[in-house]
T-cell receptor, first 113, second 115 residues
Framework: AQSVTQLGSHVSVSEGALVLLRCNYSSSVPPYLFWYVQYPNQGLQLLLKYTSAATLVKGINGFEAEFKKSETSFHLTKPSAHMSDAAEYFCAVLQAVGNKLTFGGGTRVLVKP | DTAVSQTPKYLVTQMGNDKSIKCEQNLGHDTMYWYKQDSKKFLKIMFSYNNKELIINETVPNRFSPKSPDKAHLNLHINSLELGDSAVYFC??????????????FGSGTRLTVV
């Protein structure tokens, strides 16, 4: 089964600084990968997805992620953090069997003024 | 015009009670899911229905019983509620053959508190 691991349960950044959230995957087949964001007391919203068309994927709200097969990674970045980026971020992988998404443990982003 | 709507948003109930959570989607999707998010934000799939047919049934106590009257609705009934059932329950939907391209659309969640 495919899996994802998010390194760091909490990340604290200053407003205007780079946001880097780490996700590593384990898969015996080419993976389909996703990043979701969960704002407080809300459901999860799709930020971006990797479907093998391009290794650098741009998403909403200025976020992007790069798929690196050699590092089995799909890290999420944003060049300049905004206060509104404070949320929980989840990496997910599509299971080849069962047609479902399996989520990482999440990373909470705190943005300091 | 909410895409995936869950009711109620909050549910506080006593141990031993029976409760239901409802989910409806107006996206024309053919597959719906229930996920449980615990206090540490970990998301675990519980059930999935495709065109009213149960296709995923994870290791969940049989006190939990999903029902899908049609492909736009998925309900979750919980019998004999326990303290450990306290969590946020998310409904999600997708197109079964397009999950890789579009992912899930989530509802806003139901926060269940058992006291």
């Amino acid at each position: 089964a495919q899996s994802v691991t998010q390194l760091g349960s909490h990340v604290s950044v200053s407003e205007g600084a780079l946001v880097l959230l780490r996700c590593n995957y384990s898969s015996s087949v080419p993976p389909y990968l996703f990043w979701y964001v969960q704002y407080p007391n809300q459901g999860l919203q799709l930020l971006l997805k990797y479907t093998s068309a391009a290794t650098l994927v741009k998403g909403i709200n200025g976020f992007e992620a790069e798929f690196k097969k050699s590092e089995t990674s799909f890290h999420l970045t944003k060049p300049s953090a905004h206060m509104s980026d404070a949320a929980e971020y989840f990496c997910a992988v599509l299971q080849a069997v069962g047609n479902k998404l399996t989520f990482g443990g999440g990373t909470r982003v705190l943005v300091k003024p | 015009d909410t895409a995936v709507s869950q009711t109620p948003k909050y549910l506080v109930t006593q141990m031993g009670n029976d409760k239901s959570i409802k989910c409806e989607q107006n996206l024309g999707h053919d597959t719906m899911y229930w996920y449980k998010q615990d206090s540490k934000k970990f998301l675990k799939i519980m059930f999935s229905y495709n065109n009213k047919e149960l296709i995923i049934n994870e290791t969940v106590p049989n006190r939990f019983s999903p029902k899908s009257p049609d492909k736009a609705h998925l309900n979750l009934h919980i019998n004999s509620l326990e303290l450990g059932d306290s969590a946020v329950y998310f409904c999600a939907s997708s197109l079964y053959r397009q999950l890789a391209n579009y992912g899930y659309t989530f509802g806003s969640g139901t926060r269940l508190t058992v006291v």
